[in-house]
């Protein structure tokens, strides 16, 4: 039989409307896959929300939880914001994550840093080349330019050829100059320091679409094929710091007190009229740090300090500033004070806050031109009597500016403005620092809170209508943060608790944990019927009435030794700018000391780098005496016990953790204690244990974690039998039809929910 012959073409246009019908056509193909929708509330406390359940008060909540479930969650060891949310994100405990504090040292120094994220630096183009090869570049080109226009022009070869090489060698070396004035050779970089897949890029990979929102340690932002993300928790204010505010005031009596927190103190010269003064801008790490550790490093080192000196000389005769300041002028009058600064105009009266004003930070002519540096400020006037305070938010980036990328892609977060206006971009966007500092008042944050939860759940509205994700993920911070300051209103146990403030700002609580239930309405109203809605809490709350020092306790137990008497406030300002926060350990007599919130590392011969203990019974033998001593620990003024419990990192996390990094012990603390700030920069306080008289009154980051739940509500029916942090990863991909990867630390709760139905 003969096979009629087909003509290519209409081949290539059957096999065309094929693939598109299979694309398209639900009938032929897998049906499209139902929406997974997370909604993270930071630090929503399970006690709280059962309570408010029960008043009648957060309906929707309610609703949810008879429609599918609800159950207490198990957050994480420790139980902080960073931890926990990277459990959440990859399904493994923090041994295997290495996020496991706020703050790691490093033993061949002793020194602190950020366990998230570090800030290495990066090589800008041809690093120290750039100036030479610019100079070639330029200098080739002009040369080959004149020498054509000059031949055209009918030059006689020799003096063509003079003139064009003389021109230019002149141009290359004016452009190489220009390029070694005003192009960087090294430039900041960031690492995130978190292990593991997250469930987004296994979801990215097969070909789904992911939309990350303010996820905590996701900074700098992670690279998707189709999702998009805003970093979180981790992302910097404009001077590297979690988020550094600003006050200035004519008061000469102020002073922020033991000023942990790192507020930038302006003092103004009068109450009235024009006063010159500056936005305390980002450090010049680029042309300033940088260059001055690149000459240090060939000197040698018995004379580095004096070079340091003439160095830092000679870059302040050529104009490079340590420090990129603003020019900014007051004009003060008994009604108003007007802002003038970066070309704007504000003008406040008392208890008026500014929209967002943009700020330039100047560098040199070349980097202004291509890459501006732009950050994102507001005021507040909080009066003019009877001296002038006047208070500046956190310096943010700018969305259209990110020197390190906190959207991916980088241009996101640009898109996201144009569609939503400005927002903060900052990891810690709620100003938690100012209130304990003795700055403004409970309204001065509360109006900052909301006024950040706002722009959130504008841009949450308005991304979950386009139904494009496939699993859309967002964090709201905001229940976390009216808990560490207003704990002292809703505690009669408290330090500070006070009858009339409390009637006044306990209600505030409430407030914040109805906005959750809004928010929860709201989403839920949006979503199809085949959506599937998860709301979870990473951690719940404790009030922090007490102090413990770990230290303290170390030093009078003979465990750690001290050069001096431990009288130097260990600050933010030293942990972000010297690192300098150990240098009265005199390291010779200490077995044992407590950096962070809660971790305790053994002063291991081998590991540290003037370690004194011995590997084996030894070892074994401080941290047996360490566990008995701080479990045995009672407070004489309460009578109560501090420490709860004290883990060996073999009791906390599955084998193959990186043994020079995880603390070898974590003391979790009993209700109402937290460990004292000084501890947590690795300080050493006169007394054992302290009043907590400040208004961080409520915390949970060394509490035991079992006295913390958060909270998990699904739409559907999950297993409600003791949920972990490290069981949502697995839960989630299996809601998307994924296979969750092999050697996670969680197992999917809709697995073991099924289990449990068949039964």
Not at 439 to 455: A, S
Request: hydrophobic share 40%.
């Amino acid at each position: 039989m003969r096979i009629p012959r087909v003509p290519l073409t209409r081949l290539r246009t059957v096999a065309v409307v094929v693939l598109l019908a299979l694309s398209v056509t639900p009938s032929l193909g897998v049906p499209p896959r139902p929406q997974v929708v997370v909604l993270g509330f930071d630090g929503a406390d399970a006690g709280l929300v059962e309570a408010y359940m029960k008043q009648g008060e957060l309906p929707h909540l309610r609703a949810l939880m008879e429609e599918g479930c609800y159950a207490r969650l198990r957050p994480t060891n420790p139980p902080q914001t960073p931890v926990s949310w990277s459990s959440f994100a990859t399904g493994l405990d923090p041994g295997s994550t290495e996020i496991f504090d706020f703050i790691k040292r490093d033993p061949n120094t002793y020194n602190p840093d950020f366990a998230m994220t570090s800030e290495p630096r990066r090589t800008f183009l041809f690093g120290e080349r750039n100036a030479i090869l610019a100079g070639a570049v330029v200098g080739l080109f002009a040369w080959i330019v004149l020498l054509i226009a000059l031949r055209l022009l009918r030059i006689p070869r020799a003096r063509r050829w003079i003139t064009s090489v003389v021109v230019a060698v002149s141009l290359g070396s004016g452009a190489g100059y220009l390029v070694h004035l005003w192009l960087p050779i090294e430039l900041p970089d960031a690492v995130n320091h978190r292990q593991g897949r997250t469930m987004w890029e296994i979801a990215d990979k097969v070909g789904l679409r992911a939309q990350v929102i303010h996820v905590p340690a996701t900074f700098p932002a992670e690279r998707l094929t189709l999702g998009r993300m805003i970093s979180g928790l981790g992302v910097p204010d404009m001077r590297g710091r979690i988020g550094t505010p600003a006050y200035y005031t004519s008061d000469p009596s102020f002073h922020a007190g033991d000023n942990e927190f790192s507020l930038e103190l302006v003092r103004l010269p009068g109450r009235r009229g024009r006063m010159e003064t500056i936005v305390v801008g980002p450090y010049n790490k680029t042309f300033y740090d940088y260059v001055l550790d690149r000459r240090l490093a060939a000197e040698p080192s018995a004379s580095r300090a004096e070079s340091r000196r003439k160095i830092e000389a000679e870059l302040k005769q050529a104009g490079v500033p340590r420090r990129l300041d603003v020019p900014m002028a007051l004009d003060v009058t008994d009604s108003t004070c007007t802002i003038r600064v970066s070309g704007q105009t504000v003008r406040l009266r008392p208890g008026q806050w500014s929209g967002f004003v943009e700020l330039k930070f100047p560098m040199n002519p070349l980097v202004d031109l291509l890459s501006p540096l732009r950050g994102l400020v507001r005021f507040k006037l909080l009066r003019l009597d009877p001296e002038v305070e006047l208070y500046l938010s956190p310096l943010n980036f700018h969305p259209d500016c990110h020197p390190i990328a906190f959207s991916w892609p980088p241009s996101y977060a640009k898109e996201i403005r144009q569609r939503f206006g400005l927002f903060k971009t900052i990891g810690w966007p709620e100003d938690t620092w100012s209130l304990p500092s003795g700055v403004g008042d409970e309204n001065l944050f509360l109006e900052d809170m909301y006024f950040t939860l706002q722009k959130d759940r504008e841009i949450q509205r308005g991304l979950l209508s386009d139904k494009k994700d496939d699993l859309y993920i967002q964090i709201f911070y905001f229940t976390d943060r009216i808990g560490h300051l207003f704990w002292q209103f809703i505690d009669t146990g408290h330090p500070l608790y006070d009858p009339a403030r409390a009637a006044r700002f306990a209600p505030e609580v409430l407030r914040a944990y109805r906005a959750m239930d809004e928010v929860v309405g709201e989403t839920r109203a949006m979503l199809d019927k085949d959506a599937t809605l998860i709301v979870l809490s990473d951690h719940g709350f404790s009030s922090f009435r007490r102090g413990v020092n770990y230290n303290t306790w170390l030093v009078q137990n003979g465990l750690m030794g001290l050069n001096t008497p431990s009288g130097d406030l260990a600050t933010l300002e030293k942990f972000f700018d010297t690192g300098a926060l150990l240098g009265h350990v005199n390291w010779t007599r200490t077995k044992a000391y407590a950096l962070g919130l809660g971790s305790i590392y053994v002063n291991l011969l081998g590991r540290e780098r003037e370690g004194i203990v011995a590997p084996g019974s030894e070892y074994e033998e401080v941290r047996r005496s360490i566990i008995d001593g701080l479990e045995a620990l009672v407070d004489s003024a309460t009578g109560e016990k501090p420490v709860n419990r004290v883990w060996t990192r073999e009791q906390m996390y599955t084998p193959g953790f990186k043994k020079d990094l995880i603390p070898d012990l974590r003391a979790g603390n009993s209700l109402n204690y937290r460990v004292s700030w000084q501890m947590t920069l690795g300080g050493v306080s006169p007394d054992l244990l302290e009043d907590n008289r400040r208004a961080w009154s409520g915390d949970h980051c060394s509490s035991d974690p079992d006295l913390i739940p958060g909270i998990l509500f699904c739409n559907r029916k999950l297993d409600e039998k003791n949920p972990r942090m490290v069981d949502i990863m697995p839960t989630i991909l299996q809601m998307l039809d994924l296979e969750p990867p092999a050697g996670l630390h969680g197992r999917s709760l809709v697995d073991r929910a099924v289990a449990l139905d068949n039964l």
